[in-house]
């Protein structure tokens, strides 16, 4: 057998590698894996869990660090400018990460591809609608519209 066959990776090749590849021909070509955008997913995930947990831990933390959860003092929380920025970023991280799992629902058990196609398009209308609606409340807050 030929050796430099091979190490190329080549037909019938048993080398592990960098070489071996699970994917087709044509989708090395494209730069494609089986999802297409599966990693992207996979990590959108990731990331937004990691950012949520964060965010989530300050919220908490801050919430009981107030003296009571009367309006008025939620408010006067809300109006601190940091709190708005980082209260606005849980909100849009949670609607992102909230739209990401519902997709992957849809996706697996919605089975008409009609049904499947505008199930994801509202969710995401749905999920944009939440995401600038909390957007919105904060800024409306911070900027001293709601006292």
């Known amino acids: 057998m030929d050796r430099r066959r091979l190490r190329r990776g080549g037909h019938g090749s048993f080398l592990v590698g960098r070489d071996m590849s699970l ?9 494609l894996g089986s999802a297409k955008e599966g990693t992207d ?30 309006y008025l003092d939620v408010i006067r929380f809300i109006g ?13 991280t949670l609607s992102y990460h909230s739209y990401l799992g519902v997709q992957v629902v849809i996706e697996d058990y919605v089975h008409g591809p009609a049904l499947k196609v505008v199930s994801i398009v509202l969710s995401k209308f749905v999920h944009v609608f939440l995401a600038i609606a909390a957007a919105f409340a904060v800024m409306k807050i911070f900027l001293g519209g709601a006292a």
Do not use: C, D
């Open 80 to 92: 601190v400018p940091l709190n708005g920025v980082l209260l606005s970023l849980l909100s849009i």
């Open 23 to 31: 994917k087709t021909p044509l989708g090395r070509v494209l730069g």
């Open 41 to 70: 997913h996979w990590w959108g995930q990731r990331v937004s869990a990691v950012a949520m947990l964060m965010l989530g831990s300050w919220f908490i933390y801050s919430l009981l660090q107030l003296e009571s959860l009367t």
